[in-house]
């Protein structure tokens, strides 16, 4: 039995994965935080993966973690939600279960699922960009995750593509996230909101009350408040998209995180924005842009994948 | 022995190169053009070779062509200087010339032989960036070239950094190459020309005879306004660097083509910028950016290093 957890910011996921990519059994812990000991994250960790076992013998454990994980694959550099900050967690975890670990970060972790199981089993490369609060991103070529040279490659988020932009919490202006995001799609919404009812209803008339999930299901009804900003995201995405295929030229696209739950009111402006924003599009192939197949469980997915690869 | 030919938008260089990189001798040729039928470019191309082997037996010859070469390295999809468009030209030269023959597109061969040879040897994984009258571009990454899935990866001079910015001949706006490029050089420094007694000297007061050349030049002498232009096309640079490492965090930055002879000039204010605009620069190694070190001999040289490899 192989497991995966994924460690989010507010939950931990750990599941059993079959060798099909299929999910046999979950649990679930919340995320202590970043203010507290690691070994109450670690103990979190730790009970998941036993609720997940059941008794029964673990042959391995993934795990895809929230934040920068170095190029060695023991290490998170910084998460955001997670006390870690360059200790050695493989090796602890290791000792601590007596069984082995191995961990990436959760979108390099999307992106193997993805393309053991999901919308990129058939690409001979992939750029996989997930949308929620940010932008997580992943490269893998010719079947093989690229993760840079200090396990840094894909924060996509914090290229700059607009001059003196909005500020971003990461501390400097104009990263992609600010305008292809959840909090982005939530940002123009909440600019337009006086003109929803829908969004004016499901609010009550509270705009700090406005989530992505909310915007999502006014669009689906029609909301053009709520239209628009999936217009203004999708067309974002497709700009950036353009970028990294200038840069990478893949053979696929692959669109993930809750935001992509929207469906073609994401991906419908994102294609047209690619096709218009990509350099020589009529000289070669413009890649398609396809959703994630595995859902908000393909971190886990993922991270049980790099378990079975690392013993078999 | 084995020949690389550049073949550029005004001239065709041709050389026998040694197995450690050393050009032995050259043969030039003007490029006649694009609006001319392709057997004479295939004619001065197969001149410049034949003066360079000089009687001898060539093993096999490698282009070197500025435009888009497609995934099979056979046929330049299209090329602003080259009457070539979609035909099988590795075919017809190696029946003509009853040589192997292998091309690759420029900057793709000029990172091959940084690579090989150059500023790179040393590098697990290099982007390297080409400041001429555009951008040229390539990805090395664990030692092989990353050609892209139809032989387009590395257009970063089309990435969009300005959301309706500057026009490009490329048919959109905006794109790196119009602020990071000689072009960019000489417009920033005719924008001030009046400023500068030394540009206004030689060119003769005539704002339309302002070279790259000359403000390198004037700015090795200590102008201010040629100094200025550096600045601002250096900061570019960095802004663009960081976006390519945010996406590949790389190991090595390599920077050449002809704005780069200015050196510091250029790489200093690049290296500010990409120190400031690097996401998670405190948590991670910042990659260096490295001059070029084969110079315009670079793409030839990178050439005659494919041919090696083909037939070694």
Redesign the interface.
């Known amino acids: 039995m192989f497991v995966g957890v994924d460690i989010g910011g507010t939950k931990v996921l750990a599941g059993e994965v079959d060798a099909h990519g299929t999910v046999v059994r979950t649990a679930r812990r919340d995320t202590p935080g970043r203010r507290v000991p690691a070994a109450l994250v670690e103990a979190a960790l730790g009970e998941a993966v036993r609720e997940v076992a059941g008794g029964r013998r673990v042959e391995a454990v993934g795990l895809a973690a929230a934040g920068?994980v170095d190029v060695s694959r023991t290490r998170v550099?910084?998460a955001p939600h997670l006390p870690w900050h360059g200790e050695d967690v493989v090796a602890r975890l290791t000792a601590a279960w007596n069984v082995p670990v191995i961990m990436d970060n959760d979108a390099n972790c999307t992106a193997l699922a993805e393309t053991a199981y999901g919308a990129a089993r058939e690409a001979?490369?992939t750029v996989l960009v997930t949308l929620g609060t940010g932008i997580g991103?992943a490269?893998v070529?010719g079947g093989e995750l690229?993760?840079?040279?200090?396990?840094?490659?894909?924060?996509?988020g914090?290229?700059?593509?607009?001059?003196g932009g909005l500020p971003c919490p990461?501390g400097?202006t104009g990263?992609w996230e600010q305008y292809c995001s959840g909090n982005a799609l939530v940002r123009h919404a909440r600019a337009r909101l006086g003109a929803s009812a829908v969004l004016n209803a499901v609010t009550g008339d509270d705009p700090g009350a406005l989530t992505g999930a909310m915007v999502t299901e006014a669009a689906s009804q029609g909301d053009p408040v709520a239209l628009a900003a999936f217009a203004e995201v999708g067309d974002w995405l497709g700009?950036g998209l353009?970028?990294?295929v200038?840069?990478?030229?893949?053979?696929l696209l692959v669109v993930g995180g809750g935001v992509s739950a929207a469906g073609r009111l994401l991906l419908d402006p994102a294609r047209a924005a690619l096709a218009?924003?990509l350099?020589?599009a009529a000289?070669?192939?413009v890649?398609s842009i396809a959703p994630a197949a595995l859902g908000p469980e393909a971190g886990m997915i993922g991270a049980a994948w790099l378990a079975r690869q690392m013993v078999s």
């Open positions: 920068f550099l910084f001979s490369s991103g490269v070529l690229w993760r840079g040279a200090g396990g840094m490659a894909g924060e996509f914090h290229q700059q593509v607009v001059p990461c400097r990263c700009v353009a970028n990294l200038a840069a990478l030229d893949p053979a218009r924003s350099v020589g000289d070669r192939v890649p």
